[in-house]
């Protein structure tokens, strides 16, 4: 059967229109984190109109029409925001991402990308990999997922953190040999200020939110050392030059001072991890503000990884606590919590994660890293933006309505949202996707 194309067209904006924008829910009954404020706003209703949120009051909500969800004296809080996820690689291991069934790793992410909205993370900022189709499938409601802020493909010189070639690839700039990563859409392994640009703009043009650039060496990578600086000054001039004429920015995989100054003269406005910075780095990032964007990463050891590799992770995680000890005494410094969770076996444990910041902050502290202080960083995608009819990561008048509802005080107990169990709502853009209150 072929069908007309006008039915065609009529079927792909019905897929995209899926949010009914005249439904209205009233919630009743709950207390209010907002993702800014210390204090919860005590006995608040909330209106949402479509996927908006309208309305913020402690007297009753009358609405018309509207659906009543009795939130039973929990607290209503904005849908969790991880800042650093690669929602196309999750728990693909590498040799399948590489080697396998080329359409195998996309089955496994729309997976990942399900079970990652039941954990209560609403946002993910996808920092690199081939993520435009699934982003499209889930903004289109064909699949359960986070809202995705798209890097799109890893920027990365030759013998870079994304330079995941075999020895006998031969370079194909002394060969015909693309580099399977390039070859599959994952990555970008460029040199020099026109192929920098080329490949940024190439991202843009596909939809990017933001350009990642792989700036100083990393673990799983197999050949560059841990300490290495990547590309050079003007080569990441170029990025951000790329990336601010069309009104957004560019985030790094970088851990070192050497790679993140080079990084911040350049223009570059966001640190993807950070883990062995010094103070002197951290408060010209707070003084200038540069966002960081980092991890606890405290396993010190993944059985995935080769010997290598390993030394570099502990490297990284020995840094992890002095970071955040110096973090936790710099107000100024936004810095927003992420995951990089890839290649695990499992990776139910995301949000427990964030159990592993009480170290050094106090469960607001770590709730506000996972929300609130999101939203300026989400913000700085500008032009490009996806979701632009308003904020992300905050309970407020005219934010999107992505939010949870959990129960107990997770201001006093952060199990309330680390233990999926007590996470008895979940709504993303005006929709619930999980709701065990009645
Ligand atoms: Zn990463």
Not at 138 to 164: A, C, K, M, W
Not at 237 to 251: P, Q, R, S, W
Not at 341 to 354: R, W
Not at 380 to 400: F, H, L, T, W
Request: charged share 20%.
């Amino acid at each position: 059967m072929r069908l007309p194309w006008q039915l065609i067209l009529c079927i792909i904006g019905s897929a995209a229109m899926a949010q009914d924008d005249t439904q209205s829910i009233v919630v009743t009954n709950v207390h209010l984190f907002d993702g800014v404020n210390d204090a919860r706003l005590e006995n608040a209703n909330v209106l949402i109109d479509g996927h908006l949120i309208s309305q913020i009051s402690t007297d009753p909500i009358e609405a018309e029409g509207a659906t009543i969800i009795d939130g039973q004296g929990g607290t209503l809080m904005p849908g969790l925001v991880d800042n650093h996820v690669h929602l196309s690689m999750v728990t693909v291991t590498v040799p399948d991402l590489l080697f396998g069934e080329p359409t195998y790793p996309l089955v496994r992410a729309v997976r990942d990308a399900e079970e990652m909205l039941l954990r209560g993370v609403t946002t993910g900022r996808d920092m690199g990999g081939n993520i435009f189709g699934l982003k499209q499938a889930i903004d289109e409601n064909i699949v359960p997922g986070p809202r995705i802020y798209p890097s799109g493909r890893f920027l990365s010189q030759t013998s870079g953190h994304f330079d995941f070639r075999t020895k006998t690839d031969t370079h194909r700039a002394f060969s015909n040999i693309e580099p399977t990563t390039d070859r599959l859409g994952w990555v970008f392994m460029v040199d020099g200020v026109p192929q920098i640009l080329a490949a940024a703009r190439e991202n843009l043009r596909l939809g990017a939110s933001q350009i990642k650039i792989a700036a100083g060496g990393g673990y799983a990578s197999p050949t560059d050392p841990l300490f290495s600086t990547q590309f050079t000054f003007e080569e990441m001039k170029a990025a951000a030059n790329a990336a601010t004429d069309f009104g957004t920015y560019v985030t790094m995989h970088a851990y070192t001072p050497a790679a993140v100054n080079r990084a911040i003269d350049a223009g570059i406005k966001d640190v993807g991890h950070g883990q062995l910075l010094d103070r002197e780095t951290l408060e010209r990032m707070a003084a200038e503000g540069v966002h960081l964007s980092t991890q606890p990463f405290t396993v010190c050891n993944e059985p995935q990884l080769d010997e290598f590799s390993n030394e570099k992770l502990n490297t990284v995680c020995q840094g992890t606590a002095n970071m955040y000890q110096i973090v936790s005494e710099l107000p100024d410094l936004n810095v927003t919590w992420g995951t990089d969770l890839f290649n695990v076996p499992d990776a139910s444990d995301q949000v427990e994660q964030l159990e592993r910041l009480l170290d050094f902050f106090e469960p607001v502290e770590i709730l506000k890293q996972a929300t609130g202080n999101a939203t300026s960083l989400l913000a700085m995608s500008g032009d490009k933006n996806p979701y632009p009819d308003g904020p992300i990561g905050r309970i407020v008048e005219g934010a999107y309505a992505d939010l949870l509802i959990v129960e107990g005080n997770p201001l006093e107990d952060l199990s309330a949202v680390t233990d999926a169990n007590n996470i008895k709502l979940i709504m993303k853009n005006g929709e619930v996707y999980k709701d065990t209150l009645n």
